[in-house]
């Protein structure tokens, strides 16, 4: 029997379930789901389905990713609520896919993992499947595994198994509709323009991607550990520009966790050495040094010129560009922030090339969110 899974919450407590039923039954895995968004994410559920896969001893295929297509299968539905139409011709895609592959492989019957999922309408998938199948002449299996407090036993095991518990259905749209219901904006949908620097991003899909890893990794060591969740305050730069007097652009680069400006025009920056939250060894060398910072009376903006950033972290970097293909991680601008103006502040803290005078102005518009977050706890 083919079994389409949408993602490893669903499935492993499904495919659980179905082997009790089917203990004789060969059980196929076929992962096939063009509407998850973006491509990260895409991969992500799939390696996690993967490794539930293995976990139950059960094969796995991997379907094409082909997510322009199936935007061209639901135009006209995207504003549909969930459990509305754009769902139904969801299903039918991703169903329609599963039993050709079912029909490819030989076998006679196939069902999916969505008839597990609380948000989904099952008595819809119920009869979408039975219509599919039918133009296959194969045999959609029907089986209810919510009822009796299976949602509760679905999501124990999830946590149990230490599998990715993902906070939104997949697709695009939902998505939007979901965020804006919580009054938040989708980390999901934004990417930096350092791909790089991205790599770094709190509460990214890139980070997600090394958090599982990292579990994968202690798995195949043997090694205990808990998959915890942390509650954060997420910080994203949306825009970000420094100015000179003849607005022209200087290239710039806002440390994490500056605090949203508008337009601000500063006549006179103060370049001075202040006292900084060193080690003894560093501050006997800052003390010899020519760092220094810039500091406007009227403004909490602080400027820091590359010197000194590559001589408070240890670094070498040449030039704007250098820093912003090779970005410090976030733990590092952490304690850049915290050497110079304390761990909790969120004062804008402006990195330049090299210190300047003359009157510029800077603008930044970000945001902050509050995201519970995967983390790794290894054990002793």
């Known amino acids: 029997m083919l079994v389409h899974i949408c993602c490893s919450v669903d499935s492993h407590y499904?495919?659980?379930?179905?082997?009790?039923?089917?203990?004789n039954e060969r059980l196929i895995g076929y992962?096939?789901?063009?509407?998850?968004?973006?491509?990260?994410?895409h991969d992500l559920r799939y390696y996690d389905v993967k490794r539930s896969c293995e976990m139950l001893d059960i094969e796995l295929f991997l379907g094409e990713y082909d997510d322009e297509k199936w935007c061209g299968g639901v135009v006209g539905l995207e504003d549909e609520p969930e459990k509305g139409e754009r769902c139904v011709k969801c299903f039918d895609i991703r169903l329609v896919r599963s039993a050709k592959k079912t029909?490819?492989?030989g076998e006679k019957r196939f069902t999916t993992t969505l008839l597990s999922s609380p948000m989904k309408e099952q008595q819809r998938l119920f009869v979408e499947g039975d219509r599919i199948a039918g133009d296959y002449g194969l045999e959609f299996i029907k089986i209810d595994v919510r009822s009796r407090g299976g949602v509760q036993r679905q999501n124990a095991l999830a946590k149990k198994d230490n599998l990715y518990r993902q906070n939104y259905c997949g697709c695009k749209f939902a998505l939007a509709k979901q965020r804006d219901k919580q009054q938040k904006i989708s980390l999901e949908m934004m990417s930096d323009v350092s791909q790089k620097r991205q790599e770094y991003q709190l509460g990214g899909i890139q980070e997600r991607i090394h958090t599982f890893g990292l579990r994968d990794q202690l798995d195949s060591e043997n090694k205990k550990y808990i998959l915890a969740q942390r509650r954060f305050l997420i910080h994203r730069v949306l825009k970000a520009k420094?100015?000179?007097?003849?607005?022209?652009?200087i290239p710039s680069y806002v440390l994490n966790y500056s605090h949203s400006k508008k337009r601000t025009k500063i006549s006179e920056i103060i370049w001075a050495k202040p006292e900084l939250l060193l080690?003894?060894?560093?501050?006997?060398?800052?003390?010899?040094?020519?760092?220094?910072l810039g500091f406007c009376v009227q403004d909490s903006v602080i400027f820091m010129p590359l010197a000194t950033l590559n001589f408070l972290l240890?670094?070498?970097?040449?030039d704007m560009h250098e820093l912003k293909n090779m970005p410090m991680s976030l733990d590092e601008e952490c304690e850049l922030r915290k050497i110079i103006s304390g761990h909790h502040s969120q004062n804008p803290i402006i990195i330049i090339e090299d210190v300047f005078d003359g009157?510029?102005?800077?603008?930044?518009e970000s945001i902050f969110q509050e995201e519970n977050i995967f983390r790794v706890v290894p054990l002793i």
């Open 31 to 41: 992962f096939y789901n063009p509407n998850i968004h973006p491509k990260a994410e």
């Open 103 to 105: 029909y490819e492989l």
């Open 14 to 23: 499904f495919l659980s379930e179905l082997k009790k039923v089917y203990p």
């Open 314 to 318: 240890g670094k070498k970097f040449v």
């Open 279 to 292: 080690s003894k060894d560093l501050q006997n060398e800052y003390l010899k040094s020519n760092i220094v």
């Open 242 to 249: 420094l100015l000179d007097s003849q607005n022209q652009i």
């Open 359 to 364: 009157e510029v102005s800077y603008e930044i």
